[in-house]
């Protein structure tokens, strides 16, 4: 694991070496978990990642949204903001969501940018939420209404 991504998702570099067993047992249960749809990503026959809608309430019609590109040559590609069209696109028109909520670090600016560039709002800031080698970190939430992807939507197509 890269430590420098890894912190990105709020993980101290120490616990670096230790994750290629969480992830494996995360799968597993993300795998089992009926409120949790996963997704790997691939690109050219190698894992680079994964995204999912989690803690998805089909009455309330409302999930959760996260990435993880965890390969550092396949960052600024445009691989994110792809897989998290896609993922929309599924969450909006197979699950019939009405709203998708997204929480990340306030430093990570380029998850940030993709999310916004996908149609997200910032809806608010925890303050010093995350306790990260020593420093306080903000989370900011976003969120995306279905009028607000159906809005969008055709003009990802577009650019291509």
């Known amino acids: 694991m890269d430590p420098e991504i ?6 101290a570099a120490e616990a670096c ?23 790997i990503m691939e690109v050219d026959g190698t894992v680079i990642g994964s995204a999912r809608l989690h803690s998805w309430h089909r009455d309330e019609r409302h999930a959760c949204y996260a990435i993880a590109i965890l390969s550092p040559e396949h960052l600024g590609r445009g691989l994110g903001t792809e897989a998290t069209r896609l993922v929309l696109r599924y969450g909006f028109e197979v699950l019939g969501l009405h709203r998708v909520a997204v929480r990340v670090l306030a430093f990570n600016t380029r998850a940030i940018a993709c999310y916004r560039a996908c149609g997200f709002r910032e809806e608010g800031r925890e303050r010093e939420s995350c306790l990260l080698a020593g420093e306080w970190h903000d989370d900011v939430t976003m969120g995306l209404l279905e009028d ?10 577009e650019e291509g």
């Not at 890894?6 to 993980?11: I, K, N, Q």
């Not at 070496?17 to 997704?39: G, I, K, P």
């Not at 607000?148 to 197509?157: H, K, V």
């Open 6 to 11: 890894e912190r990105l998702f709020g993980h």
């Open 17 to 39: 070496s230790e994750r290629s067993d969480d992830d494996a047992r995360w799968l597993t249960l993300a795998e089992d978990a009926s409120d949790t749809v996963v997704w």
């Open 148 to 157: 607000e992807y159906r809005a969008l939507a055709p003009s990802w197509s």
